[in-house]
């Protein structure tokens, strides 16, 4: 269309000016991507523990899960990180134990519930297992919603909130007033009488659009770096914290790995394979690294490790220990290098998980079943601490990054 002169006079400076004026126009701010959660790294120390019985009973009950409510946290020894969480308005502030092992947020285990204007009983009742089947240690309570802050920037509406009952215990250290469930929403099966399912934080955040992706982002400092700090980006994650790419591995489709944060990975010691590929899980509330009987019994023989009766941990001598070769864990086509110093127990620890303050302990220990049990293997805490790691809702999968601590001669 060709325009007459006096037509294009008239249209062209208001054009211009329409121009202008939308430059010139305020645009409301974007809301961002991702949030930040600060968390601090906790030390239950004890004058005895038998940390592998605690980490074996915790893999048992989540191999026997089935789809029920029964997880196992088992006795908290050693270190772990925490996160302050509000809940209410004006928010009460909790410390919670991060576990990715799970997926219900509850408190009460040291602080009572504050009520405010925000707090809806919801009527229903919860109840999770925790422990053996010799010892359970159940938590119970009544259901609430209410609104869960996790730092100034970043909340969530009718966020559901179980609040344990007096005399309900899990074996939390004194300072841990509860547990932030973090692992994904199938594991709230069974847990709330009349109710399928539990929104999990994480559902909810990206719900109520505050956060653009369901994915988390979690850094751990290890207790030796002197660093007590760690940290939870909800949405993406933190490239200030790892020193490479992210990896992904897809969510494994082995039961009952694939309920929790499950990948497919093969572990090697030096040159020898020691477990082929096969199921386990990612997860925080495991202090050590937990493998098949089979694989542990090679690796055991192989770094040739004693192992110590009062905390069931392998104890080597300084010569062995100058000896370890590398653990190398083979996840979606990349291998993950555990060095020798990452193998082995903070020795500022050794007390608070019951051993000799002077000797030299591998985190390894034995899950207690062989291999082929569809949970083979738990990459717990002490992998944390060495990789980034980066749980992925929106895209049924978790990758792993390097850090500065991947390579540390802290322990």
Not at 215 to 233: A, I, K, N, R
Not at 243 to 250: D, F, I, K, L, S
Not at 318 to 337: A, H, M, P, R, T
Request: hydrophobic share 35%; aromatic share 10%; charged share 15%.
């Amino acid at each position: 269309m060709v325009l007459s002169k006096s037509l294009a006079s008239f249209l062209f400076p208001v054009l211009a000016l329409l121009l202008q004026l939308a430059r010139a126009s305020p645009r409301p701010p974007a809301s961002p991507s991702t949030a930040t959660l600060k968390l601090t790294l906790r030390v239950n120390s004890v004058e005895s523990s038998n940390t592998t019985i605690a980490a074996r009973a915790r893999a048992r009950a989540l191999l026997q899960r089935s789809g029920s409510s029964s997880i196992s946290a088992a006795n908290y020894d050693g270190a772990y990180h925490s996160a302050d969480v509000g809940v209410g308005n004006p928010p009460t502030y909790y410390t919670l134990l991060v576990d990715t092992g799970s997926s219900n947020t509850w408190i009460g285990a040291s602080k009572s519930y504050q009520k405010t204007s925000t707090s809806e009983d919801t009527g229903d009742q919860f109840e999770i297992e925790y422990g053996t089947a010799a010892e359970p240690s159940p938590v119970y309570g009544e259901e609430y919603l209410d609104t869960v802050t996790l730092n100034s920037d970043l909340s969530i509406e009718k966020q559901s909130i179980g609040v344990a009952a007096s005399g309900s215990t899990a074996n939390l250290p004194p300072f841990f007033d509860g547990i932030f469930g973090l692992g994904p929403v199938d594991l709230t099966e069974g847990v709330v009488k009349n109710t399928y399912q539990v929104p999990t934080a994480m559902n909810n955040l990206y719900a109520q659009k505050t956060i653009n992706s369901e994915v988390l982002g979690m850094f751990f400092s290890p207790v030796s770096s002197g660093d007590t700090t760690g940290e939870l980006t909800f949405g993406g994650y933190d490239a200030s914290k790892i020193t490479g790419g992210v990896n992904y591995a897809p969510i494994t489709s082995t039961y009952p790995a694939s309920a929790f944060w499950g990948i497919d990975q093969s572990i090697s010691y030096g040159n020898t394979t020691i477990l082929s590929k096969t199921a386990g899980i990612v997860d925080s509330g495991t202090p050590t690294i937990p493998i098949a009987s089979d694989a542990f019994k090679i690796y055991q023989s192989a770094t040739g490790g004693i192992m110590d009766d009062a905390n069931g941990m392998l104890t080597i001598t300084s010569d062995q220990y100058d000896k370890l070769s590398s653990l190398y864990f083979n996840i979606g086509g990349v291998s993950y290098e555990l060095t020798s110093n990452a193998q082995i127990w903070p020795r500022s620890l050794n007390t608070a998980i019951g051993g000799s303050a002077d000797a030299i302990y591998l985190i390894v220990t034995d899950i207690g079943s062989d291999s082929g049990s569809g949970l083979d293997f738990i990459n717990g805490h002490c992998f944390l601490e060495r990789f980034y790691a980066v749980f992925d809702t929106t895209n049924f999968r978790v990758g792993f990054a390097t850090t500065q601590y991947t390579d540390a001669t802290t322990n």
